[in-house]
């Protein structure tokens, strides 16, 4: 079994910088690809930043620039660090995880969610 585990979210004036983290967690396992994704209330989930395990990084278009995503893979860990935040970056942000199971196969693995809210 695989779990992931954000970190970081909180409240954040406009303007300021926010930092999150995901770790992934179990055994017998790779992953692929990792990444963030938001949703706002009464809005569609959306990419923030993708990486894959060659650090290949794609955004979504409203972060670029601004955000930067990065990962460890030694430690099952990805990174972004959001600077410059808007009001319109409040959303719950989620972990996902393309994560290669041995034995078992891939599967698509989410965190619970973090809470970023930008707001002066």
């Known amino acids: 079994q695989v779990q992931l585990e954000e970190s970081g979210g909180g409240l954040v004036k406009p303007g300021g910088t926010l930092s999150l983290s995901c770790a992934a967690s179990g055994s017998a396992f790779n992953i692929d690809a990792m990444g963030w994704y938001r949703q706002a209330p009464g809005k569609q989930r959306e990419l923030v930043a993708t990486i894959t395990n060659g650090h290949m990084t794609n955004y979504g278009e409203s972060v670029k620039g601004r955000f930067t995503i990065s990962r460890d893979n030694a430690k099952n860990m990805v990174l972004l660090k959001m600077n410059s935040l808007k009001p319109e970056d409040t959303a719950v942000y989620y972990c996902?995880?393309?994560?290669?199971?041995?034995?078992?196969?891939?599967?698509?693995?989410w965190g619970q969610g973090t809470q970023v809210s930008v707001s002066s």
């Open positions: 996902k995880a393309d994560v290669f199971l041995t034995g078992r196969g891939t599967f698509d693995v």
